[in-house]
Protein backbone atom coordinates (compact mmCIF):
# COMPACT_ATOMS: atom_id res chain seq x y z
CA UNK A 1 0.00 0.00 0.00
CA UNK A 2 1.38 3.45 -0.82
CA UNK A 3 0.94 6.13 1.91
CA UNK A 4 -1.86 8.85 0.45
CA UNK A 5 -1.63 12.04 1.68
CA UNK A 6 -4.89 11.86 3.57
CA UNK A 7 -4.02 8.94 5.77
CA UNK A 8 -4.17 10.94 8.49
CA UNK A 9 -7.62 13.41 7.51
CA UNK A 10 -7.08 16.83 9.04
CA UNK A 11 -10.10 18.30 11.34
CA UNK A 12 -11.38 21.33 8.83
CA UNK A 13 -11.57 23.27 11.96
CA UNK A 14 -8.04 23.64 12.95
CA UNK A 15 -5.93 24.87 14.33
CA UNK A 16 -7.72 24.18 17.54
CA UNK A 17 -6.16 25.96 20.40
CA UNK A 18 -3.77 29.44 20.10
CA UNK A 19 -2.79 31.73 22.04
CA UNK A 20 -5.51 33.97 21.95
CA UNK A 21 -7.58 31.51 23.40
CA UNK A 22 -5.36 31.07 26.72
CA UNK A 23 -6.13 33.58 29.38
CA UNK A 24 -2.72 34.35 30.43
CA UNK A 25 -0.25 35.96 28.27
CA UNK A 26 1.70 33.13 26.04
CA UNK A 27 3.32 33.71 22.58
CA UNK A 28 2.61 29.60 21.57
CA UNK A 29 0.63 26.86 22.31
CA UNK A 30 2.55 23.70 20.72
CA UNK A 31 3.92 20.28 20.98
CA UNK A 32 0.95 19.20 23.31
CA UNK A 33 0.65 15.50 24.84
CA UNK A 34 -3.27 14.57 25.25
CA UNK A 35 -5.01 11.53 27.35
CA UNK A 36 -8.57 10.50 28.04
CA UNK A 37 -8.90 10.78 31.94
CA UNK A 38 -12.20 10.13 33.17
CA UNK A 39 -13.86 10.60 30.10
CA UNK A 40 -12.56 14.02 29.71
CA UNK A 41 -9.22 14.95 26.96
CA UNK A 42 -6.70 16.39 28.77
CA UNK A 43 -4.04 18.28 26.59
CA UNK A 44 -0.75 19.56 27.93
CA UNK A 45 0.69 22.19 25.76
CA UNK A 46 3.77 24.18 25.30
CA UNK A 47 3.75 27.93 25.37
CA UNK A 48 6.56 30.42 24.75
CA UNK A 49 6.64 33.39 27.27
CA UNK A 50 7.66 36.63 25.89
CA UNK A 51 11.31 35.56 27.90
CA UNK A 52 11.27 33.03 24.98
CA UNK A 53 11.68 30.69 27.65
CA UNK A 54 8.58 27.66 27.98
CA UNK A 55 5.76 26.87 30.54
CA UNK A 56 3.05 24.27 30.29
CA UNK A 57 -0.14 24.66 30.26
CA UNK A 58 -3.30 22.91 30.64
CA UNK A 59 -6.47 22.75 28.77
CA UNK A 60 -9.78 20.09 28.95
CA UNK A 61 -11.92 18.97 26.08
CA UNK A 62 -15.45 16.43 25.79
CA UNK A 63 -15.06 16.07 22.19
CA UNK A 64 -11.22 15.79 21.48
CA UNK A 65 -11.42 18.65 19.27
CA UNK A 66 -13.05 21.65 21.81
CA UNK A 67 -10.58 22.92 23.84
CA UNK A 68 -10.85 25.07 26.94
CA UNK A 69 -7.31 26.08 28.98
CA UNK A 70 -7.66 26.12 32.67
CA UNK A 71 -6.92 30.02 34.21
CA UNK A 72 -3.76 29.52 35.64
CA UNK A 73 -0.62 27.16 33.42
CA UNK A 74 -0.21 23.81 35.11
CA UNK A 75 3.82 23.35 35.59
CA UNK A 76 6.18 25.97 35.46
CA UNK A 77 9.90 25.66 35.83
CA UNK A 78 10.78 24.69 39.28
CA UNK A 79 12.47 27.83 41.76
CA UNK A 80 13.63 25.54 44.12
CA UNK A 81 14.57 21.99 45.19
CA UNK A 82 16.67 19.29 43.09
CA UNK A 83 14.74 20.63 39.90
CA UNK A 84 15.54 24.34 39.67
CA UNK A 85 18.94 24.17 38.69
CA UNK A 86 17.70 22.32 35.81
CA UNK A 87 14.63 24.38 34.74
CA UNK A 88 15.80 27.68 34.67
CA UNK A 89 15.69 28.44 31.04
CA UNK A 90 12.39 26.45 30.78
CA UNK A 91 9.50 23.28 30.75
CA UNK A 92 9.28 21.86 27.27
CA UNK A 93 7.09 19.24 25.15
CA UNK A 94 5.53 16.89 27.39
CA UNK A 95 4.42 13.43 26.74
CA UNK A 96 2.11 11.61 29.33
CA UNK A 97 1.63 8.17 29.70
CA UNK A 98 -1.55 6.42 32.12
CA UNK A 99 0.08 3.56 33.81
CA UNK A 100 -0.94 1.85 36.80
CA UNK A 101 -3.43 4.13 37.98
CA UNK A 102 -1.30 7.41 37.36
CA UNK A 103 -0.10 9.68 35.10
CA UNK A 104 3.57 10.18 33.85
CA UNK A 105 4.47 13.75 32.61
CA UNK A 106 8.11 13.27 30.75
CA UNK A 107 9.28 16.85 29.58
CA UNK A 108 12.74 18.41 28.68
CA UNK A 109 14.01 20.66 31.50
CA UNK A 110 16.50 23.75 30.15
CA UNK A 111 18.83 25.61 31.84
CA UNK A 112 22.69 26.62 31.41
CA UNK A 113 23.50 22.72 32.09
CA UNK A 114 22.11 21.53 28.78
CA UNK A 115 18.82 20.06 28.42
CA UNK A 116 17.87 16.64 29.98
CA UNK A 117 14.16 14.81 30.86
CA UNK A 118 12.09 14.98 34.16
CA UNK A 119 9.25 13.24 35.57
CA UNK A 120 6.33 13.92 37.40
CA UNK A 121 3.27 12.69 37.85
CA UNK A 122 -0.49 13.60 38.50
CA UNK A 123 -3.47 11.64 39.43
CA UNK A 124 -6.06 13.96 38.55
CA UNK A 125 -4.51 17.09 36.72
CA UNK A 126 -4.90 19.23 39.39
CA UNK A 127 -2.13 18.78 41.68
CA UNK A 128 1.45 17.58 40.09
CA UNK A 129 4.86 16.22 41.90
CA UNK A 130 7.65 15.71 40.12
CA UNK A 131 9.81 13.01 40.72
CA UNK A 132 13.39 12.33 39.15
CA UNK A 133 15.66 13.93 36.42
CA UNK A 134 15.94 10.51 34.55
CA UNK A 135 18.44 11.43 31.78
CA UNK A 136 21.47 13.61 31.93
CA UNK A 137 21.77 16.56 28.98
CA UNK A 138 21.38 16.30 25.94
CA UNK A 139 18.25 14.18 25.87
CA UNK A 140 14.57 14.82 24.52
CA UNK A 141 11.64 12.97 23.56
CA UNK A 142 11.00 10.48 26.14
CA UNK A 143 7.68 8.88 26.07
CA UNK A 144 7.34 6.09 28.40
CA UNK A 145 5.31 2.63 27.45
CA UNK A 146 2.12 2.44 28.99
CA UNK A 147 2.28 -1.13 30.30
CA UNK A 148 5.68 -2.72 31.76
CA UNK A 149 7.63 -5.68 30.51
CA UNK A 150 9.13 -8.28 32.93
CA UNK A 151 7.60 -5.88 35.54
CA UNK A 152 10.12 -2.88 33.90
CA UNK A 153 8.94 0.49 32.69
CA UNK A 154 9.82 1.10 29.16
CA UNK A 155 11.13 4.22 27.34
CA UNK A 156 12.21 5.72 23.87
CA UNK A 157 14.62 8.15 23.89
CA UNK A 158 16.83 10.23 21.69
CA UNK A 159 19.92 10.86 22.94
CA UNK A 160 21.91 13.75 20.70
CA UNK A 161 25.19 12.98 19.54
CA UNK A 162 27.77 14.89 17.85
CA UNK A 163 28.94 11.40 15.88
CA UNK A 164 26.02 9.35 15.48
CA UNK A 165 22.78 10.25 13.39
CA UNK A 166 20.40 11.34 16.40
CA UNK A 167 18.35 8.41 16.36
CA UNK A 168 15.62 6.46 18.85
CA UNK A 169 17.15 4.22 22.11
CA UNK A 170 15.20 2.06 24.42
CA UNK A 171 15.86 1.69 28.16
CA UNK A 172 14.17 0.47 31.09
CA UNK A 173 13.74 0.91 34.80
CA UNK A 174 12.47 -0.87 37.68
CA UNK A 175 11.68 2.19 39.50
CA UNK A 176 11.15 5.21 37.29
CA UNK A 177 14.43 6.66 38.92
CA UNK A 178 17.67 4.22 37.35
CA UNK A 179 17.35 3.47 33.50
CA UNK A 180 19.66 1.39 32.03
CA UNK A 181 19.67 -1.66 29.66
CA UNK A 182 19.74 0.82 26.75
CA UNK A 183 20.08 0.22 22.88
CA UNK A 184 19.82 1.47 19.66
CA UNK A 185 16.82 0.50 18.08
CA UNK A 186 15.97 3.22 14.76
CA UNK A 187 17.81 5.05 13.24
CA UNK A 188 17.43 7.88 10.42
CA UNK A 189 18.07 6.25 6.51
CA UNK A 190 20.31 8.26 4.50
CA UNK A 191 18.70 10.35 1.23
CA UNK A 192 15.17 9.31 2.68
CA UNK A 193 12.51 12.00 4.67
CA UNK A 194 13.74 11.65 7.71
CA UNK A 195 17.41 11.85 6.83
CA UNK A 196 18.75 14.42 9.38
CA UNK A 197 17.15 12.85 12.71
CA UNK A 198 14.11 10.97 13.77
CA UNK A 199 12.99 11.26 17.61
CA UNK A 200 10.08 9.64 19.65
CA UNK A 201 6.70 11.80 19.24
CA UNK A 202 3.47 9.93 20.93
CA UNK A 203 3.83 7.53 23.50
CA UNK A 204 3.26 3.93 21.80
CA UNK A 205 -0.48 2.68 21.43
CA UNK A 206 -0.77 -0.66 21.92
CA UNK A 207 -2.52 -2.81 18.96
CA UNK A 208 -3.07 -6.42 18.14
CA UNK A 209 -0.45 -6.69 15.86
CA UNK A 210 2.43 -4.58 18.09
CA UNK A 211 3.40 -1.18 19.84
CA UNK A 212 2.33 1.86 17.31
CA UNK A 213 4.91 4.78 17.55
CA UNK A 214 4.61 7.84 15.69
CA UNK A 215 7.52 9.56 15.44
CA UNK A 216 9.16 12.76 13.91
CA UNK A 217 11.65 12.78 11.15
CA UNK A 218 13.58 15.44 9.99
CA UNK A 219 14.84 16.73 6.56
CA UNK A 220 17.32 19.41 5.35
CA UNK A 221 17.00 21.72 2.86
CA UNK A 222 18.30 24.69 1.19
CA UNK A 223 15.27 26.96 3.02
CA UNK A 224 15.61 25.08 6.36
CA UNK A 225 14.48 22.16 8.10
CA UNK A 226 11.17 19.91 7.56
CA UNK A 227 9.74 18.15 10.34
CA UNK A 228 7.00 15.38 9.77
CA UNK A 229 5.71 12.19 10.94
CA UNK A 230 6.24 8.43 10.74
CA UNK A 231 4.70 5.72 12.60
CA UNK A 232 6.81 2.38 13.33
CA UNK A 233 5.70 -0.74 14.61
CA UNK A 234 7.47 -2.64 17.78
CA UNK A 235 7.26 -5.74 18.96
CA UNK A 236 4.18 -6.71 21.62
CA UNK A 237 6.44 -8.36 24.30
CA UNK A 238 9.85 -6.99 23.54
CA UNK A 239 9.41 -3.40 22.17
CA UNK A 240 13.17 -2.77 21.69
CA UNK A 241 12.17 -5.26 18.46
CA UNK A 242 11.05 -3.28 15.53
CA UNK A 243 8.37 -5.09 13.63
CA UNK A 244 8.44 -2.37 10.41
CA UNK A 245 8.64 1.19 10.10
CA UNK A 246 6.75 2.96 7.42
CA UNK A 247 8.72 4.27 4.51
CA UNK A 248 6.74 7.10 3.50
CA UNK A 249 5.88 9.33 6.15
CA UNK A 250 2.70 10.00 7.59
CA UNK A 251 1.79 13.90 8.00
CA UNK A 252 3.86 16.85 6.34
CA UNK A 253 3.35 20.03 6.77
CA UNK A 254 1.08 21.62 4.34
CA UNK A 255 -2.25 23.92 5.87
CA UNK A 256 -0.55 27.38 6.57
CA UNK A 257 -0.15 27.22 9.98
CA UNK A 258 2.14 24.34 9.54
CA UNK A 259 4.17 25.89 7.13
CA UNK A 260 4.74 29.65 8.55
CA UNK A 261 5.03 30.60 11.93
CA UNK A 262 7.31 30.75 14.81
CA UNK A 263 9.25 28.05 13.16
CA UNK A 264 8.27 27.04 9.37
CA UNK A 265 7.81 23.99 8.03
CA UNK A 266 6.75 21.58 11.37
CA UNK A 267 4.06 19.58 12.27
CA UNK A 268 5.37 18.12 15.43
CA UNK A 269 3.57 15.29 17.82
CA UNK A 270 3.71 14.47 21.52
CA UNK A 271 0.31 12.93 22.02
CA UNK A 272 -2.10 10.93 20.47
CA UNK A 273 -5.14 9.25 21.65
CA UNK A 274 -6.47 5.55 20.43
CA UNK A 275 -10.50 5.52 20.26
CA UNK A 276 -12.88 2.44 21.17
CA UNK A 277 -13.82 2.41 17.16
CA UNK A 278 -10.17 1.63 16.01
CA UNK A 279 -9.09 5.29 14.87
CA UNK A 280 -6.49 7.30 16.41
CA UNK A 281 -6.38 11.15 17.39
CA UNK A 282 -3.01 12.74 16.40
CA UNK A 283 -2.62 15.66 17.95
CA UNK A 284 0.76 18.37 16.46
CA UNK A 285 1.75 21.58 17.07
CA UNK A 286 1.79 23.64 13.77
CA UNK A 287 4.80 25.45 13.00
CA UNK A 288 5.52 25.92 16.96
CA UNK A 289 3.04 28.19 17.02
CA UNK A 290 -0.50 26.43 17.40
CA UNK A 291 -2.06 23.12 18.11
CA UNK A 292 -3.69 21.00 15.15
CA UNK A 293 -5.73 17.42 15.30
CA UNK A 294 -6.18 14.74 12.56
CA UNK A 295 -7.82 11.23 12.83
CA UNK A 296 -6.38 8.04 11.36
CA UNK A 297 -7.48 4.31 11.19
CA UNK A 298 -5.12 2.51 13.55
CA UNK A 299 -5.29 -0.45 11.15
CA UNK A 300 -4.05 1.64 8.26
CA UNK A 301 -0.85 2.59 10.14
CA UNK A 302 -0.07 -0.47 10.59
CA UNK A 303 -0.57 -1.69 7.80
CA UNK A 304 1.68 1.10 6.60
CA UNK A 305 4.69 -0.45 9.05
CA UNK A 306 4.06 -3.76 7.66
CA UNK A 307 3.84 -3.72 4.01
CA UNK A 308 5.32 -0.82 2.78
CA UNK A 309 8.45 -0.56 5.31
CA UNK A 310 11.67 0.69 5.22
CA UNK A 311 14.82 -1.14 7.15
CA UNK A 312 14.80 -0.19 11.27
CA UNK A 313 18.52 0.64 11.10
C1 LIG B 1 12.87 20.51 17.97
C2 LIG B 1 12.28 20.88 19.30
C3 LIG B 1 10.78 20.94 19.17
C4 LIG B 1 10.37 21.85 18.03
C5 LIG B 1 11.12 21.48 16.77
C6 LIG B 1 10.86 22.43 15.64
O1 LIG B 1 14.29 20.45 18.02
O2 LIG B 1 12.79 22.12 19.75
O3 LIG B 1 10.24 21.41 20.37
O4 LIG B 1 8.99 21.71 17.77
O5 LIG B 1 12.52 21.48 17.02
O6 LIG B 1 11.28 23.73 15.96
Not at 15 to 40: C, F, M, Q, R
Not at 133 to 149: G, H, M, Q, S
Not at 225 to 232: I, K, T
Not at 283 to 300: F, H, K, Q
Request: glycine letters at 8%.
Amino acid sequence: MIAKPDIVRRYPYNPILSKKEIPYPVETVHNAAVVKHDGEYIMLFRSHLRTGRSIIGLARSSDGFHFTADPAPFLTPARDGAFAAYEEFGVEDPRVTGIDGEYLIAYSAYSRNGVRIALAKTADFRHVERISLITEADYRNVVIFPEKFNGFYARLDRPHSEIAPWSIWISYSPDLLFWGESQLIMRPVQYHWDEMKIGPGAPPIKTSQGWLSIYHGVFQTMDGSVYRLGVALHDLHDPAKIVGVSDSWILQPEDPWEVTGYVHNVVFTCGAVPEPDGSVKIYWGGADTVMCVGEANLSDLVDLCLNHSRPAK
